[in-house]
């Protein structure tokens, strides 16, 4: 008799499949960095996809010097404000807080207002909409904070950034997007001192990689609510005199033990998971809107009135989806390719062709 062959229905990888505890994803490692100091991550807002004619500068592939065609999303990044610079010290237990340092109002509003229209529309923003996504200080000593840092041993610095949605259209809203991002590169004197440089103003998205850098990508896949075992696990249809439905698991174990196991394909919710796309190559970033957007905008977003990213390939989440980006941390080869030579870019039924 042949030997009856069933292999699983989905992966136990990512379980339990639940819903994201919030939309803005959370990084946990970081990789260490270069020899310069710089910040080890951005965000902006997925707008949609595009199809690019480039020069392919891969080493050892077939197709290396030749022109291919490939996908890419296209990721709105207006610029981020530093708010604050977060230390940490390392413990028994792990990195530990040992104080923040934030950026005066003043500062911030001046930064801000080189973005909007006024002074008062740039203290609208800070005092307003960062107001609902965090308590702003009313006062902070920062003197006292810095001979505090003298006295401690620093592990690790971190910026506390927020995004600028509020000078976009594809996203309804114009709350920021509050997150940290890792100074990484060079020595804890010099991540110090670039922190200094950089609190309570604006960082680009060239500011963290460059097009031919690989970077990871991170976000909240797209969700799909409560569905059942046939599409969430992927399992056959009973046949179809099955007692009681089809579309079910067979059984859902054995009489011992007295409970279910969690490798049972049950229904449950499906989507909206935050999830990690390693080694996506930067393919273009550019300030022109004009070189991207289509005739009427994207569908589901509109146009891009900032800076934009072209990375190849797709990413998690519908569009209007808050993408995060982070250096490569399995470029174990630190492979660095040359900035693409895009010849084509499809902005349909308006086509523009870059020259080389």
Do not use: C
């Amino acid at each position: 008799m042949s030997k009856v062959s069933r292999p699983r229905r989905g992966s136990l990888a990512y379980s339990p499949r639940k819903r994201a505890s919030r939309e803005v994803p959370r990084i946990r490692s970081w990789p260490d960095g270069g020899e310069k100091p710089h910040i080890q991550g951005f965000a902006g807002y997925k707008a949609g996809m595009v199809h690019v004619s480039m020069i392919d500068e891969r080493p050892h592939v077939i197709t290396h010097g030749m022109e291919i065609t490939v996908p890419a999303t296209v990721v709105e990044t207006p610029p981020m404000i530093i708010a604050a610079l977060r230390f940490y010290e390392r413990t028994p237990y792990g990195l530990k807080t040992i104080t923040e340092i934030w950026a005066d109002k003043d500062a911030l509003v001046e930064t801000i207002s080189n973005y909007v229209d006024g002074t008062s529309n740039a203290r609208k923003v800070v005092e307003d909409y960062l107001e609902r996504r965090i308590d702003v200080y009313k006062k902070h000593d920062k003197e006292s904070k810095w001979k505090k840092l003298e006295k401690s041993s620093i592990a690790d610095i971190r910026v506390l950034a927020f995004t600028q949605p509020y000078l976009i259209t594809g996203v309804p809203k114009k709350v920021p997007d509050f997150m940290e991002i890792r100074i990484g590169g060079g020595s804890i004197e010099e991540r110090v001192e670039y922190g200094k440089n950089v609190l309570g103003k604006d960082v680009k998205f060239k500011d963290f990689a460059s097009p031919g850098s690989l970077v990871d990508v991170i976000a909240v896949t797209k969700g799909h609510g409560y569905q059942g075992p046939v599409k969430r696990w992927g399992i056959k249809l009973l046949y179809h005199k099955a007692r009681k439905g089809r579309r079910k698991a067979g059984s859902k174990g054995p009489k011992t033990p007295h409970w279910v196991r969690p490798t049972v394909p049950l229904p449950g919710q499906m989507g909206y998971h935050q999830r990690t796309e390693y080694n996506k190559l930067v393919i273009k970033y550019g300030e022109d809107p004009s070189e991207i957007n289509p005739a009427g905008g994207f569908k589901h977003y509109g146009v891009i009135r900032t800076a934009y990213v072209l990375v190849h390939g797709s990413t998690p989440g519908p569009v209007k989806r808050l993408i995060r980006f982070r250096e490569a941390i399995r470029n174990v080869d630190n492979i660095k390719l040359p900035e693409p030579k895009v010849t084509y870019i499809s902005t349909w039924p308006v086509e523009r062709v870059i020259a080389l």
